[in-house]
Structures are given as C-alpha cells and as structure tokens.
T-cell receptor
C-alpha cells in the first residue's frame, strides 16, 4: 500500500480515444508529478505541480494534458495518442518543491497501451 | 546540470552473498541522493536517502548506502542478499542550489539466485 493511488492500473485505448488517468495522494503533500517510464529508457519527468500550479512542463506533446484541481488530486488527460506513447505512467508527490531533501513518493502506476 | 550514472544494467548475486549496486553522480552544488526499488508491475518504492551527516545511510529491507564525496558515488549495499531482493533499482540525485527536481539513473536489474 502506498500513500499515492493511481487509477486505472491498466488502460487500453485507441488512437482516437479520449481517456484520463487519475492520481490521489493521501500524504498531505503540496507537490505532485507525472513521470513516464518506457522500456529501456530512463524515467522521464513530464509535469510538476506545486500548490496546484504547474511549474514544469518538459516539452511534453499537447496530446497529454495535466490537470491539478487541488493539492491531493492530479489527472492526465489523454487525447489522440500514438502507439509510442504506450508506457507506464507514474504519479508521485512530495512535501514541497525546492532545494530540499524531500522524498518523492510514487504510486503503483498506470499501464497504458495505445492500439 | 545534474546527472546520475548506473554503470551496470544487471547485477547477479547468489542468495546469502553481499550485494553492491553502483551509482555515481554529478551536481553543481551539494547532492541529495536517493535509492528506489521497483518490483515487477509496481511503482517505485523509496529505500533510503542521503541529505547530510553520516556517510553511511541505512534504509528499508536491510539496505544501506555509502556516500563518497571524493568519488562522487552512492553505492547501494546489503550484507546478505535474498531472492526477494530481485528487482530494478534506481539511483537519483538532486542538487541543493535552488529549485530542482530529481534526476534518475537508468536503473540496474538485480537478480538474486537461490
């Protein structure tokens, strides 16, 4: 069990579909993150939110659209994805951003397959 | 810029033997260093971190890591490996100069044989 919950755990979608990944953290943290983990590639940071404001967007294609309605919830809206977007999407949270030793805690991930 | 290198794609060790998973880093300021473990079909789990103080850090499941500033290394160790330790291990670093996020290594697969 982790303090970061992701749903769904598995998602198969067509290239024309619209779907969303959901993340909820129960740790009282102020920062939330989306990471992408693909086979044989390093972990990629996609988006960072601090106190519900986006502070980082690492050149992610617009077919990925994040939403952070409050400090406990984070969504990743998916639209017209490509097969190469198939990956494990990890949500994470931490106490705060900034130069600190704060630990980032991860959810179990959402396995996305684009067909 | 900050970076992490995990030079080994895979480490093989027999159960009961000591294990070491290597990590070296590069940062502009002082480092904050982390180890995470990922079991199959799971997310990343935090194992331990070095912020300051004692160079030997103890973490979950009997793991420890030694910070070596002169060698810019933070190797993960365990005195006696278990088959259940078989997993993917990630080293990560963040510097202490203003805002920065974690940079992860590419991961090292640890296989512990019975």
């Amino acid at each position: 069990e982790t303090g970061v919950t992701q749903t769904p755990r598995h998602l198969v979608m067509g290239m024309t579909n619209k779907k969303s990944l959901k993340c909820e953290q129960h740790l009282g943290h102020n920062a939330m993150y989306w990471y992408k983990q693909s086979a044989k590639k390093p972990l990629e940071l996609m988006f960072v939110y601090s106190l519900e404001e986006r502070v980082e967007n690492n050149s992610v294609p617009s077919r990925f659209s994040p939403e952070c309605p409050n400090s406990s919830h984070l969504f990743l809206h998916l639209h017209t994805l490509q097969p190469e977007d198939s990956a494990l999407y990890l949500c994470a949270s931490s106490q705060e951003l900034g130069s600190s030793g704060n630990t980032i805690y991860f959810g179990e991930g959402s396995w996305l397959t684009v067909v | 810029a900050q970076s992490v290198a995990q030079p080994e794609d895979q480490v093989n060790v027999a159960e009961g033997n000591p294990l070491t998973v290597k990590c070296t880093y590069s940062v502009s300021g002082n480092p904050y260093l982390f180890w995470y473990v990922q079991y199959p079909n799971r997310g990343l789990q935090f194992l331990l971190k070095y912020i300051t103080g004692d160079n030997l850090v103890k973490g979950s499941y009997g793991f420890e890591a030694e910070f070596n500033k002169s060698q810019t290394s933070f190797h993960l160790k365990k005195p006696s490996a278990l088959v259940s330790d078989s997993a993917l291990y990630f080293c990560a670093v963040r510097d202490n100069l203003g805002y920065s996020t974690l940079t992860f290594g590419k991961g090292t697969m640890l296989l512990v044989s019975p």
